[in-house]
């Protein structure tokens, strides 16, 4: 699956969308902001400490009605995805989809959601039914926060990809992975699912430039809310 590469904006990034508003990391900015990293990382293992105590019964009685639905294959899934500066690392989910999953992924390429270097179709067949439910609420999700502490990922941030993902990437789509991955974004607490690749791209850009405590404690909390009231989640 290649991503469609068309001209507009940036020279440097050939970035695909058909706009010329094109939004670039300001990396020296970034990279120089010592006080936010600590405390951002403070807060992250802070508050995966509190998460993980707090809702060990949901991961008891999540880790039950996986085996009851399902009993092939493990409770926990683990995958690698695509963190900072592209360092691969293994991310934890709750596994959602039937044991063979990955290998079913090449025969449903052709039907995918969303355009661009990204897999989401909407009635997969893999999803199992608790899968349905724990996806809908983000349940399955819960586990990174083992990545969170272990300092692969943070509370907020892009979303991290596959690496046949990033091999589509152009050199604009690359600018996601200049921080540290999140388990939540700016995307989760919109659209998510309705808004395609490209738009997924500017609007971690944006957040990238902008980011803040402030702006990460909002985005947790509005997370929390759609755990309870979903938006588009599939």
């Known amino acids: 699956m290649q991503t469609e590469r068309r001209s507009g904006g940036d020279p440097k990034y ?23 990293h600590f405390f951002k990382r403070f807060f992250d293992i802070l508050l995966s400490i509190i998460g993980i105590l707090l809702l060990t019964p949901v991961f008891i009685i999540t880790a039950i009605l996986i085996k009851v639905d399902n009993p092939d294959g493990p409770i926990i899934y683990s995958q690698i995805r695509i963190g900072k500066n592209g360092h691969p690392f293994r991310m934890y989910k709750f596994r959602s989809m039937v ?9 449903l390429l052709d ?42 990922m943070s509370l907020v941030g892009p979303r991290p990809p596959l690496k046949r993902e990033v ?27 309705k ?15 902008s980011s803040n405590l402030w702006l990460d404690f909002f985005i947790l909390f509005k997370t929390i809310w759609i755990i309870f009231f979903p938006n588009s989640a599939y």
């Open 111 to 152: 039907q995918n959601d969303i355009e661009g270097a990204m897999f989401k179709m909407k009635s997969d067949p893999r999803v199992t039914k608790i899968g349905r439910t724990i996806r809908k609420y983000s349940i399955d999700e819960l586990p990174q926060l083992l990545n969170v502490i272990k300092g692969d």
């Open 167 to 193: 091999e589509d990437y152009t050199e604009y789509d690359k600018q996601r992975l200049l921080v540290v991955p999140g388990c939540t974004g700016i995307w989760q607490v919109s659209e998510r699912n």
């Open 195 to 209: 808004v395609g690749f490209h738009e997924m791209v500017k609007l971690d850009i944006k957040y990238i430039n």
């Open 99 to 107: 044991a063979n999953a990955d290998k079913m992924l090449k025969g």
């Open 14 to 36: 050939g970035h695909p969308m058909t706009d010329n508003n094109v939004v670039v990391v300001n990396k020296e900015r970034v990279e120089r902001r010592f006080f936010y």
